[in-house]
């Protein structure tokens, strides 16, 4: 399957660690230009780094970001368009959750899901858009989840934000299908980094979550998959390329579950 990839420029948020690693290395393996959007700069390089030992024909730069911040992600659009000469794919990857109980978060726990997982998708949508409109073309595959489309247990904040990054996507689908544009949303199934996997700095990962997803409970999590295993990273990243590429130029505005069967819908 020709996936016309080749040469095209990709914007990857938190392309840094894990799932969003794992996409840009493998858009890096279809010869992309990649800039990683980055909160963690060092994460960034890292992958950059990675790309670079490729040989594909694929090169990376890494661009200062915060999906949170309106002005910040429209100077880290500007900055991918002069720096790559266009932006073809972006891939809204950055979203941050705690694993507790709704009554047991606080305020401030649950701004900052909203700020990350749903503003941040609004936030790169807005600044991508009017580049993509001009160009008459553009792809763009949001990262949801599985929490977002029935809903998840110790997730209440997070999962709501996650559906709305869905139907904001499908909102505009129907807006910019006119101007050549796709939206598609990848739900992963639970991908925790390897463990010989460097953890960046602002990474969810980081605060506690390997102590939630103890092996008992990951035993529990696989046998709830009806294919019995957990997901890679590099299998949720393979449906990102797909949907972003020339293969998938027909499909817009639909959610793929990349869950091992998790979810039927
Ligand atoms: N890992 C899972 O089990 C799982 C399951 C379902 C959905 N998802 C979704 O997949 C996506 C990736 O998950 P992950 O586990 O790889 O996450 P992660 O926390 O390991 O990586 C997120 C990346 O985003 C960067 N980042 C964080 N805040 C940022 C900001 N404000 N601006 C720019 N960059 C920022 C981080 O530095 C990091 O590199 C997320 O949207 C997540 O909600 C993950």
């Known amino acids: 399957m020709e996936l016309g990839l080749k040469g095209k420029n990709v914007v990857v948020t938190g392309g840094g660690n894990n799932i969003g ?18 909160l963690d700069r060092a994460a960034g390089q890292r992958v950059a780094g990675e790309v670079a030992a490729m040989d594909t024909g694929a ?16 100077a880290m659009m500007s900055d991918a368009i002069a720096r790559l000469g266009s932006v073809d794919v972006l891939v809204n990857n950055v979203g941050w959750t705690v694993d507790r109980l709704f009554l047991d978060k606080s305020r401030e726990e649950h701004v900052k899901e909203v700020d990350v997982n749903l503003w ?8 991508a858009l009017p580049h993509m409109i001009e160009r008459q073309s553009g792809a763009i595959v949001s990262i949801s989840s599985d929490a977002g489309r029935m809903g998840e247990y110790r997730e209440a904040v997070y999962a709501a934000c996650k559906a709305g990054v869905i139907a904001l996507s499908k909102s505009l689908a129907r807006e910019t299908g006119r ?24 990474s969810m990962w ?49 959610t793929l579950s990349v869950s091992g069967g998790y979810t039927m819908m």
């Open 120 to 127: 941040g998708a609004i936030n790169c949508i807005h600044a």
């Open 179 to 202: 101007y050549g544009l796709r939206l598609n949303m990848v739900c992963p199934g639970l991908v925790a980094p390897p463990q010989d996997e460097v953890v960046g700095s602002e």
């Open 21 to 38: 690693r794992a996409i840009a290395l493998a858009f890096a393996a279809e010869g992309s230009n990649i800039a990683i959007a980055e």
């Open 59 to 74: 090169s990376a730069i890494v661009i200062d970001a915060d999906v949170t911040d309106r002005a910040r992600t429209a």
């Open 206 to 254: 980081r605060q506690g979550m390997e102590e939630i997803f103890t092996a008992e409970t990951l035993e529990r999590v696989r046998r709830a998959y009806p294919l019995r295993r957990m997901g890679t990273a590099a299998e949720v990243a393979n449906a990102v390329v797909f949907l972003a590429s020339d293969a998938a130029s027909f499909i817009t505005g639909q």
